[in-house]
């Protein structure tokens, strides 16, 4: 199986020569991102039993993987940024000096290829053709993992073509080693533009293209050369008029984010022809376009999505497209049709099913869930009903508003708007969500996650606000997209949901755009502009909620906020001079308005 390499570019090579004496592989395959070569890979993974084969009529081109049962999430704690100085990286990320990190990786992973094929993945993040887009190489003896990266990235050889003699790539070691838990490390290097993993065959970790490249080192590179990677869902309004609006929007996990970049607009909005279309569902990279204004294309090329819950009320497009060329990891098996199964997907579990961790397993009667609550879809993007035509433009979407959110049962409004730009940056870095089970910790503790970036920032938090700071300076008043908090959790005294939520949150953003156009008013508060009630278009929903009701979710209370402001405070301690005046200012702003 083994090919010739594909590319004559000299740093490549000789970073490879280096790879290849580190690992001892038995074999080298250049991944060229042909069908027949997939297919090639696919028919072995079956072969192995890494991979089950599906339903070809139910699920065409559709496989079930298992990981280990230590070896289903994202690590937080065994996520590292190795940068020169601890300063460097900040107090929200794990450190390590670099040079005493790649001695311990590498003696970990040392000679862990023998008997393996490495497989050399060359992919694009963006589309190929993209200004914005940047390239990687990652090395991988994991064949789950290069078709994996064939849906989540553009992999093959028009990215070496792209790329030519440059040096201007992202390099990607990983090992599967023995999935040893504890020497699991999943490490950054921003200067060396250098991701190694290290004992993990698990997707978040182990896609180096996903959040290891498209953000932890691509903030770092947005910092160097003038431009953002965010943690953000891109999303298009259209209007009944033709005119499509775009926003960013940033939420920690647990909060909806998928379904916001997905969602369909409820019946008396498509009635008048109002459409919502996808770009992202999670990452966006953003740059200033020729006109001055901010565009963002979704570095990626497929969806990455957590399968509990995901269901044709929840979020029906997203269940759509993993109709299809899509791999589940960690999901039940159901043995009598050969299709995927888990918790929230119907009300009709298998009898005669085997659970993720490959045992016997009757949905009907077993008290164990059949689905890891972490386990997932690897779509292709091409497969979803309401992708924006826009996926692939080279030059990205001008975005109007940026939108931050969590989960606040009392405090924030449904929606509010920042008095300004640095106010917004203000907003987004003391962002908070209270914790659900789908995340590490107590449920119902508040998690600071500004950005939506606390575990992705791949340097000094406080620099990554100075940044925000700095964009917002160099863009025109008027070209500047507005900047905006939501808060589809607000809860009643019983502790139930006020807000209808999913597809009715296009109320709230037809609020968002107008404010964006300058159509509409609002009313001034001491932590920004909040809509009049009858702003808030409630038709078709006047028996779930009231003009009182939202009234009363639109409300803001200065004792709640005067306790979030002294957890604020707390919060920008541990950066000490390195956190920008201009947010101190913020502060003290909202302390005096309150």
Known sequence: MENKALTTNKSILAWLDQQIELVKPAKIMWIDGSQAQIDALRAEAVETGEMIKLNPELAPDCFLHRTKANDVARVEARTLICTPTKEEAGPTNNWMEPSECYKMLYDIARDSYKGRTMYVIPYSMGPVTSPLAKIGIEVTDSIYVVLNMSIMTRVGQAVLD???????WVRGLHAKCDVDAEKRYICQFPQDNTIISVNSAYGGNVLLGKKCFALRIASYQGLKEGWQAEHMLILGVEFPNGDIKYV???FPSACGKTNLAMMIPPEAYREKGYKVWTVGDDIAWIRKGPDGRLYAINPENGFFGVAPDTNMHSNPNALISTQKGTIFTNVALNKDTMTVWWEKLDKNPPENGIDWLGREWNGKTSSEVGAHPNSRFTAPAVNCPCLSPEFENPNGVPISAFIFGGRRAKLAPLVYQSKDWNNGVFVGSSMASEQTAAAVGTIGALRRDPMAMLPFCGYNMADYWQHWIDIGASLDADKAPKIFNV??????????????????NLRVLEWILKRCEGTVDAKETPIGYVPNPEDINLEGIEDEISKETLASILEVDPALWKEEADGIEK???QFGDRLPPVLRQQLENLKAAL
């Open 487 to 504: 808060n589809w959790f607000r809860k009643d005294d019983e502790g139930n949901f006020i807000w209808p939520g999913f597809g009715d």
């Open 571 to 573: 919060y920008y301690e």
């Open 248 to 250: 960013c929007a940033a």
């Open 162 to 168: 792209r790329l030519g003699d440059s040096d201007d």
